[in-house]
């Protein structure tokens, strides 16, 4: 009995030929693709013994279960596109996806997308960091081409496109952490003055109370807030996505209505204002609200049903949502920092990003004594790396430790424990 046949000879077939060009070529099955074709790569080279010795490197790699992106002409864009567009969408969410597609379109691939892939090294990528340095480009932002570069190849080791990944030897230029500059308790009830009033005022109490992701907040529901129970739930976020062509299936072809920008595209898709998952499992939480919060919500909720019956007729029911337009609709992430600046500039106050009333409001917990635990699921944190960041206020925290033990066991007289007498 014969024992067991090799592979089919389609399967690993080679063909060699010398071209019109004076040069020698070769076609080399290397595998089979994801639609059952044999997968067949081209060699050239300016003789035949220089052919066959490529064709016997590439022959062993497929021999040994190596993926012969080593020795095919991949470049580093063939293959940050192929990251973003085939295997990314299966795991990361689309906001995470756009933010890695962003950096790498913008910062990496006009600069070192022509080059092979095997052929990248640490040095190249830190030349690449140095440049962006150059142009102006802040090192959080370069630190952020780092670690989606550090994925991105780590993938291609995986799955055996690289044997090693330079960006996990390249040296990133270091980032110099900035301290969280939160509102005073004295600027935010300022703030809260200056947004009495307006539609939605309540918005900014449950930021500053809160501190709820801006996401979160415009994405409440009032199924989510048990007003009798003083309890609100997280459970979604607003989320504005880029427009996608609707005309061609792959980004990086050439539109068919000829128009450069998703959002001009007449068969547009996938755009616009969404409602999506929380960030992260954490993000799904109950936090209590303040009872003074609880009485402007009740507030809030009956102004808002009076506009909602004068404007039955344009009203937006498709969502019953805590905090909407003049007519019920999701109110865009972009006009509601547009009002947070306006409100900061009413109120007198110095110029914040709205994500800093989300550190204020995580800083004044801690001041107020609240353990870093209950802030972190408050706040709705994975990581307590994150809650060490407000060294301003753990600082605080640790000498009111001190005084309190102080007081403990030497009460108001230093220097001698309580009811133990000193030597003479």
């Known amino acids: 009995m014969r024992g067991r046949p090799r592979a089919a000879a389609a399967d690993s077939a080679t063909t060699r030929y010398r071209g019109a060009d004076g040069r020698w070529h070769a076609r080399v099955t290397v595998g089979r693709r994801l639609d059952g074709e044999r997968d067949r790569r081209h060699l050239t080279r300016a003789t035949k013994r220089e052919l066959d010795a490529a064709i016997r490197d590439l022959e062993n790699a497929r021999d040994s279960g190596q993926q012969p992106w080593l020795l095919d002409n991949v470049t580093v864009e063939d293959w940050l596109e192929h990251w973003l567009e085939e295997i990314l969408p299966l795991s990361v969410r689309w906001k995470t996806r756009s933010g890695y ?184 939480r109950s936090v209590a609200l303040p009872p003074p919060l609880v009485a402007e919500l009740r507030a809030h909720r009956a102004a808002q049903l009076r506009l909602k019956l004068e404007r039955a007729d344009v009203w937006d029911h498709t969502h019953d949502l805590v905090f909407c337009t003049d007519w019920g609709a999701l109110i865009d992430p972009h006009a509601d920092y547009r009002d947070w600046k306006q409100i900061l500039r009413d109120a007198g106050v110095r110029e914040v990003r709205l994500h800093d009333a989300r550190h204020t409001a995580a800083t004044l917990l801690l001041l107020q004594g609240v353990d870093i635990r209950t802030v972190m699921a408050i706040m709705g944190w994975t990581e307590l790396a994150t809650a060490q960041r407000y060294v301003h206020a753990v600082d605080e925290l640790r000498h009111e430790a001190a005084r309190r033990m102080g007081t403990t066991l030497w009460g108001d007289s230093p220097g001698t424990l309580p009811g133990v007498r000193s030597r003479p």
């Open 101 to 284: 597609a962003s950096h790498l379109r913008v910062h990496v691939i006009p600069t070192i997308g022509a080059a092979r892939l095997s052929e990248l090294r640490p040095e190249t990528l830190e030349r690449l960091y140095r440049q962006l340095i150059e142009d102006g480009r802040s090192t959080h932002v370069v630190h952020g081409v780092h670690r989606v570069l550090r994925s991105s190849l780590n993938e291609a080791v995986r799955r055996q496109r690289l044997l090693t990944n330079p960006a996990a030897l390249a040296r990133p230029p270091r980032v110099e952490r900035s301290e969280i500059e939160p509102l005073t308790a004295d600027e935010c009830r300022a703030v809260l003055a200056a947004s009495r009033g307006r539609l939605n005022a309540a918005r900014w109490s449950v930021a500053l109370a809160l501190g709820l992701r801006q996401g979160e907040a415009l994405g409440l529901m009032w199924d989510d807030i048990d007003l009798d129970a003083g309890v609100l739930r997280v459970r979604r976020a607003v989320q504005r996505r880029t427009w996608a062509h609707g005309c061609s299936p792959r980004r990086r072809k050439e539109p068919a209505c000829g128009r450069l920008r998703g959002a001009e595209c007449p068969q547009r898709r996938d755009g616009g204002l969404v409602l999506v998952e929380p960030k992260t499992r954490s993000s799904r």
